[in-house]
């Protein structure tokens, strides 16, 4: 859990790139995302991880995460918040969202999110 909590840090503190990269670094070089702005495109690789977000970043988008909750469940970890996206036009929206990280031998396999469901 410390692993996600301190990409969330990171990205709050330092900017979303700083946050990806925390992810990152503990992540499996096989790891797939699944992002937010993706269209349920899966990411897989460091390498096409870092490429997808630097183009979405490179055309003006802005991503700013807001976690409120972290929970363990099994090998996943899963996090209660919201994402804002602000475009290049100068329209954002926001929206409550649930992120899944899921690891496999004590390092990040797959990351994904669903939207958040009332209770």
Known sequence: ?????EAFRASV??????????LLRSAH??????????????LRGHDEVRRYYADAI????????NPTSFHEDGDD????????IARPSG????????????F???????AGWRPRQSA
């Open 1 to 5: 859990m410390l692993t996600i909590k």
């Open 13 to 22: 503190d330092d900017g979303f790139e700083a946050g990806l990269e925390a």
């Open 29 to 42: 070089a096989d790891c797939e995302f699944r992002p937010y702005l993706g269209n349920d495109q899966i």
């Open 58 to 65: 490179a055309s003006g988008t802005h991503m700013r995460l």
């Open 77 to 84: 970890i899963v996090v209660y918040g919201s994402i804002r």
């Open 91 to 102: 329209g954002f929206s926001e929206a409550q969202i649930c992120w899944t990280y899921r």
């Open 104 to 110: 496999r031998e004590g390092r990040l396999a797959a």
